[in-house]
């Protein structure tokens, strides 16, 4: 039956091909064998078909025929060679070819074999360039030996039609361009020419110029995030009337400005500034960017989503780097540059679980911190991204925040089952283990002692022994997962509470205080609260309401009901920020998002939602702020990943505020 099948599609085959191919078309009869070890090998712009038959099989000729990119099927007959080039194909697309022997008037079946034509055009890499007083030089890596000769085109900014071009030697590697004009931008590009064409084109931009006038804190930036603009007064110490004229005629004055710039894309800035009597002018470009970072580029499982919950992020030490880790089946560390926003690196650990653990940065030696809801299973990451050590002694760390010690040397967590270590932060050893009798809610590490937080109660440990110096029945039940934040002077130890409660515990008398209840209709489990500088409470609530309490829990200042389509839920896990001015930043959760800035009185100064109308982009985490930059993780759902987000807002992070941002690698000690 194949066989028949086989010898009607040739028939059908044959009869399409008439209208593109003169020559008659051998029919197919009596078996002939058909062509072996068909291969197919790409070459640029063409694929070199080769076969073979087995010995005593003596075609006159062969057929080749394949479909073009303009659907018309094109037939080559070989002249008997067991070999085709097959040329004019489209590079980068895949052909179908198929093969017939032909026996006299007699053909075989066809064998068919896919061949996708690939360039050798390489272009030149590694171009970089090098301007000085009327010159620019550029200089390449020869990207093949293939290369014929080189193509050279340069314009002037001013005259962008007015484009020079040179025509360089096949071994040149370098080439220095005089006579051009300075303080003017050149835009460069370079094509390496092939038998076939010229490759894609490497494209640099330099400014000729007796020193380069301007120095920039950053070329790349988010929509209003701030610039620092320096004129280079060293190399013009004569300079004066020195202007910076930005996007929509903004003039700034001075030799040093800051200024953010709202329109995303190449944006350009004209400097001008007298020299020696002397008028002069350069224009410069910055990129920007809608925010600081975007991503929802995570490792999965399978078709699982990934995303984030019941964790926020941290910061590396120096502030130049943020880390995040995923929840979903595949519990990968991810760090980012905060200046570009690109990944750095990401963690993938080799046995697979979820993550609801909070991360947390040894402020010391920048190494990083997780654990997972499967038992065994708490990672120390190095700042580059390798392990550098597993410890397998906990069980589920669905649980809180590690803590680690003012010089970095020991790490402390508690897992779900209450069991609390003390880990060596070089080595990875335990150095001792202590009963809490529950899940661990919350770490403090202060001075000589480690604060346990359990649902029901609060356990003072010496940090050096793992002994219990006190125990404190707690005013109300602490919520899970959570943490504790830290008054001024450092006395209480404010934490989230269940059926509507925001609780404290003095941390130098060991005593709890009376807690406040802030939801008296509708109960449900506050979170991780944050302490402004003006000594005030905020946190928020699952029953979709957030909070603003006295430092001495007496009363509550005010409160703001979320108005989002859904309320149950509304701020699950969250842990929100403070900033120097008293205002306050969380995210809700469900349906879908809303980020809030309130002022010091709860009146909402700024509101927004990330991706709008997607259900799917829930919070069950926390939020983090550095540098007027609020970065917020997002759970995800079943139809795409979270979203990790850093959005310029302006301001200034408060110097205290939750023991888990009290620092900015989230260390959970009281400095």
Known sequence: MKKIINLLLISFIAACLTACWSEDIPEAGAARHQVTDLTAT??????????????????????VYYTDADSETVTLRTGGEMNCTVGGLVNDTQYTFYVQAVYGKLVSNYVAVVGRPATTRFPVTDLTVDAGDSFVSLAWTKPATTVLSYTLSYYNEDTPDNVEQQTLDKDATSVTLDKLINDKNYYFSLTANYEKGASEPA???????????????????????????????????????????????????????????????????????????????????????????YSTDWAQDGSNYNGFKGTCPVFSP??????????????????FDV???????????????????????????????????????????????????????AGSMKSAAPAVNANGTVVYICDALGKAFAIDAASGQKKWQFSAGDAGRGLLVNGSELLIGTQTDAFFVNIETGEQIAKVTLGCEMSDITGFAVNSDKTLAYFGGRNGYIGAVNIKTHEAIKSLVVEKDNPNLLYEPVVAPNGSVFAGSKNGSVYNVKGDLSAVNWEYVHTGSSLANAFN???????????????????????????????????????SGDNNQKQMGGNNYLDGVIYSAFIGGSSKNGVFVG????????????????????SCCVK
């Open 203 to 293: 494209t640099a931009k330099a400014m000729p110029t007796l020193a380069i006038p301007y120095i920039l804190d950053r070329d790349k930036a988010a929509k209003n995030q701030p610039i620092t603009f320096s004129f280079n007064t060293e190399d013009y110490p004569t300079a004066t009337d020195v202007k910076w004229t930005f996007p929509g005629d903004v003039v700034k004055e001075g030799t040093v400005v800051k200024y953010g710039l709202g329109t995303v894309g190449t944006q350009t800035v004209k400097l001008n500034a007298t020299i020696d009597g002397n008028a002069r002018s350069w224009t410069l470009e910055v990129e920007i960017r809608e925010y600081v970072i």
């Open 339 to 393: 200046v570009t926003g690109n990944e750095k690196w990401r963690y993938l650990p080799t046995s697979k679980s979820g993550s609801y653990n909070m991360l947390t940065v040894n402020p010391v030696t920048g190494d990083i911190y997780y654990g997972t809801t499967s038992a065994g299973q708490f990672y120390a990451i190095t700042p580059e991204g390798e392990l550098k050590w597993i410890f397998s002694e």
């Open 318 to 335: 120096d502030g130049k780097t943020v880390y995040i880790i995923t929840f979903n089946k595949v519990s990968a560390l991810y760090a």
């Open 573 to 611: 896990y969250s842990h929100p920020c403070v900033d120097s001015e008293n205002r306050f930043y969380i995210t809700s959760g469900q349906t879908s998002n809303t980020t809030y800035i309130f002022d010091a009185s709860g009146n909402v100064v700024d509101s927004w939602t990330y991706e």
């Open 42 to 63: 790409p070459g640029d712009e063409e694929v070199l078909l080769a076969w073979s038959l087995p010995e005593g099989w003596n075609p006159t000729d062969f057929i």
């Open 647 to 666: 959005k310029y807002v302006g301001g200034e992070r408060a110097s205290s505020w939750s023991t888990h941002g009290g620092d900015i690698c989230g």
